[in-house]
């Protein structure tokens, strides 16, 4: 189940903004400060709307993942209003809406008002709400913890969604996700688009608590750190495509970060080949020219002429009164405008 458009209220650094026609493969770029990794955080919240969720993009934040702070997420700090989430999806015009905001009610046994923060999740079929009220996550905010409270129902429709962070802390995840794929004899996907990236790869193990690389002609296994960022981070996308599974989301933040413009076509091949033959829709944000004329170059190769349709462009624009507006375009007028030397980010 696909996203197909996103409407963001009081989030972040985002007052209002509506991105409509999303497709499987979405790029956004913009000026700094115009909500580009804010509007990714947006859709992360949407598909996982639990309180958890937010706990996680303060760790991605490089926040401190022990802070209770949860006013960052409101716009202007304002944590008097209500951050609004709502998105349509592409199957059995599926909506669902997020609500997060902040009350206070006393405490029995601390006699005292304890400060909750709140995400409230409404869904809808056909137009029709599919539960009577809607279904709340919670948690406790004092005392420097963040307790969450079990929520005591479940969405009718259960969605996925991941957003690999790159940083070297995030090794045992990657350990985690490998080694889930090699017990379910999947490794072979993922050497093959390896592959694709470094043609000497011929075997992907993990020993111990290391990812190990088999390369053709090399008498001994080598350390993935060996081969560089850049590999290590293809890796870490196609793992997360892997993770979530069909009709599940994929966030990428500044993805050009660790990637020498040689390798782009192949990551382009790479994470192209994943999302298709799993089924899962990406939103990627970059600055980067060499990047975006990769991507024009590599969807006009003849294996993936069928995905054009999919990849959409936004350039993300903030003014002055901090409204946020997302111009679209269609891979047509991306190429264009690309192949002429345009400025479009």
Known sequence: MFLKTIEVQNFRSISTLKVEDLGQINIFTGENNCGKTTLLEAVFQLVGWH???????ISLRSESQYSTDFSSFFFNMNDDATIKIT??????NYHRTVKVHFEQSKSVFYEQNIKYVLS???????????????????ADTQNGMIPIEPHLQIPKVSLKGSFPTFKVLEHSNLVDHLSELIQNKNEQKVVALLNQIDNRIVGIRVLKTNIFLDLEGFPKLIPIEISGDGLRRILSVIL????????????????????HFSTMPKFWRGIINAAQD???????????????QSLSETAQEEPYKNIQSEIKYYNLKRYENDQIVAYKYDFEKFDYLISNGNEIR
Not at 121 to 137: C, D, F, N, Q, T
Request: hydrophobic share 40%; proline share 1%.
């Open 87 to 92: 998105g349509g999806f592409d199957q059995e």
């Open 240 to 259: 997360a495509i892997y993770d979530v599974g069909k009709g599940g989301t994929v966030l990428i933040d500044e993805v050009e970060n660790g990637l």
């Open 51 to 57: 309180v958890g969720y937010l706990k996680m993009l």
């Open 278 to 292: 799993i089924g899962v829709q990406l939103f990627i944000t970059t600055h980067n020219e060499e990047l975006l």
């Open 120 to 138: 409230c999740l409404s869904e809808s079929k056909k137009g029709k709400e599919l539960h009577a009220a809607p279904i709340i996550s919670k």
